[in-house]
């Protein structure tokens, strides 16, 4: 699917691009979703009454739902050779195995009540399920040509989440106070500006391993670290961290930026952020905890970091990957999980 | 204002450590040029005048982000005083900040400050006039979280959450805590804009804080619409008007 703007997907005849990722969770929802609609739609034509309706959706869903269910199974396990196939091999491929798997329904299931008053031949079901699939196929299509310029416009969302210019003329306003006092702590902390800068300026449309995205964190806090002093401490729980998870880029340091931002500098004594990297249940599990010493001052900028690596979380992961946050306690916590994968989906 | 050959006296005020060394080099370099001493250092908006209260100052070097009583707030208790001292800005970068200070004329350095840009700052504040309290207040985009009681040369902070109510009297405005009472000199208008979460007016002369109301009573002699707010604490009763009389319902 084009969410994965990637050199890869561009070279593989565009079938990755237009075909959707059918085991991806967005994708199974949405066609289970499309597909109740249209047995209601049918239903609603073959009932007499509206009280006959929920029967026939009944006979409907009898046929419809285990179809749905075996068709989605099969074309995720199938995916990989679909998508070798290009666009129009694999729409024909699809379009047999419907047929196939209609024909089997249709000859060897006990007779369906479906047949009883108004008799539907084996032509008639098999151009309805065929009729089912266009739509659907048409759908998301569509969407992800509608997703395509988004993609594009990810890279500069993720420029936009990109570093306060606050913190820029701050670190080098410390830098230049290093310089004559103390030299090789300088030159560090150029270097870290460096790499921080590197990474904002890449392409950053296609995943990035979690390690990288760690080590990018902790340079930015060691930057922070120089202008903050002793009011910034951190603590790292990395140890049960997957480092070759896959992640979109500049995902941790904008959030750790808020959490110095709001939570550390606005305190005279500063304060702890705490950031747990783990993987659960094939879910990869980043936590941040930093105070929250309220007054609700500067709520603006937070609202807008967060609100971009939501987006991109969507864009990249869809209905897989979740990002909530919440304030107790006098403490401000944001939790993302999103699936542990080690490659770029196709 | 500083008569020329004069040491000028200086504060430096922000919350981080590297960037007051970086302003202590700095005036080192303009010392040749501009004669100065620096007399303390201070990390907040609170030991600002701290030090304003104990010390001569002729001018602050002030940092607009930071923590409790931001440079800001400061600068608006400051500029109450008698003879106060000059104000310099420092700030890295607030895009709302610096297009209120724009907008009336405040000045400011930005950071990283050039020697060259700081010298001739501290240069006009020989010659220019003081920031004005009503520049401060209109380039403020929030409330203060304090009020400023001037006695004896003195600037004494009444934090906002203490106040019980406030009343205005000929040209002071009465701030009423469980303590004591204070003279500030304000006008009751502009504390009600701006603290217009915080207070709500039950009489032409009276804003009682939201939080200090402990109930309602019927008064009717002393009060025209008959209604009289009880504080909290204190236990001491104002009259409501009748213009206020809504007040009465919406709090019961």
Redesign the interface.
Do not use: F, K, V
């Given at each position: 699917m084009a969410k994965w703007g990637t050199v890869a997907s561009i070279n593989q005849t565009g079938a990755a691009i237009r075909l959707p990722n059918f085991c991806n969770l967005g994708v199974m929802l949405r066609s289970l979703l499309a597909v109740n609609v249209l047995l209601v739609a049918g239903a609603m034509i073959r009932a007499p009454s509206i009280e006959g309706l929920w029967y026939e959706f009944l006979l409907f869903a009898a046929l419809g739902e285990p179809l749905l269910i075996l068709s989605l199974v099969a074309l995720c396990i199938a995916r990989p050779w679909l998508h070798a196939m290009g666009y129009l091999g694999a729409i024909a491929l699809l379009a047999l195995f419907e047929l196939g798997v209609t024909w089997v329904f249709f000859h060897f299931t006990p007779d369906l009540a479906l047949f009883e008053h108004h008799p539907m031949s084996y032509s008639q079901v098999a151009f309805l399920v065929l009729f089912v699939t266009a739509v659907l196929l048409a759908y998301f299509d569509l969407r992800a040509r509608a997703l395509a310029p988004a993609i594009a416009e990810a890279r500069i969302q993720a420029l936009q989440a990109r570093i306060?210019?606050?913190f820029?003329?701050?670190s080098?306003?410390?830098v230049?106070?290093?310089i004559?006092?103390e030299p090789r702590r300088a030159e560090r902390a150029l270097e870290d500006l460096a790499d921080l800068f590197r990474v904002l300026m890449a392409d950053n449309r296609t995943l990035a391993p979690v390690s990288k995205e760690v080590e990018l964190a902790k340079q930015y806090l060691a930057l922070e670290s120089?202008?903050?002093?002793e009011r910034l401490r951190v603590t790292w729980r990395t140890e049960t961290m997957p480092g070759d998870a896959l992640v979109p880029p500049l995902i941790l340091q904008p959030l750790v930026e808020n959490a110095v931002y709001h939570g550390i500098?606005?305190?005279?004594a500063g304060g702890e952020i705490e950031i747990d990297v783990a993987l659960h249940a094939k879910q990869l599990v980043m936590e941040l905890k930093n105070p929250f010493p309220g007054g609700g001052?500067h709520s603006s900028g937070n609202r807008m970091a967060i609100v971009n690596i939501r987006e991109r979380l969507q864009l990249h992961f869809d209905a897989e990957a979740s990002m909530r946050s919440e304030v107790k306690d006098g403490t401000y916590k944001v939790t993302i999980r999103l699936p542990y994968i080690t490659e770029a989906p196709a | 204002m500083l008569v020329e050959k004069d040491v000028a006296r200086i504060l430096i005020a922000d919350d981080e450590a590297p960037a007051r060394a970086r302003l202590r080099d700095l005036l080192d370099e303009c010392r040749e040029s501009f004669p100065l001493a620096i007399v303390d250092e201070a990390r907040n908006g609170r030991e600002v005048l701290d030090v304003l209260n104990r010390e001569k100052v002729d001018i602050v070097l002030l940092d607009i982000r930071m923590p409790e009583i931001d440079g800001m707030e400061a600068a608006r208790h400051i500029a109450g005083m008698e003879n106060p001292p000059a104000i310099i800005f420092t700030t890295a970068f607030d895009s709302y900040a610096l297009k209120a200070f724009e907008v009336n004329a405040i000045d400011y350095l930005l950071k990283p400050i050039r020697a060259e840009r700081l010298l001739g700052a501290l240069s006009k504040t020989r010659a220019g006039p003081r920031v004005t309290r009503e520049a401060l207040e209109a380039a403020a985009n929030q409330p203060r979280r304090h009020l400023s009681v001037h006695e004896r040369g003195k600037i004494i902070l009444v934090p906002l959450a203490d106040i019980l109510y406030l009343r205005a009297e000929l040209k002071y405005v009465t701030v009423r805590t469980a303590q004591r009472e204070h003279l500030v000199e304000e006008s009751l208008t502009h504390l009600e804009e701006e603290f217009a979460d915080v207070f709500v007016r039950v009489h032409r002369n009276c804003l009682v804080a939201r939080t200090a109301i402990a109930g309602f009573e019927r008064n009717a002699e002393e009060s025209e619409s008959g209604w009289a707010v009880i504080i909290k604490g204190t236990g001491e009763k104002l009259p409501v008007s009748r213009r206020q009389h809504h007040v009465v319902k919406q709090f019961r």
């Open positions: 306060r210019p606050h820029l003329y701050n080098i306003n410390a230049l106070s290093l004559r006092s120089l202008r903050l002093g500098e606005p305190s005279e001052r | -």
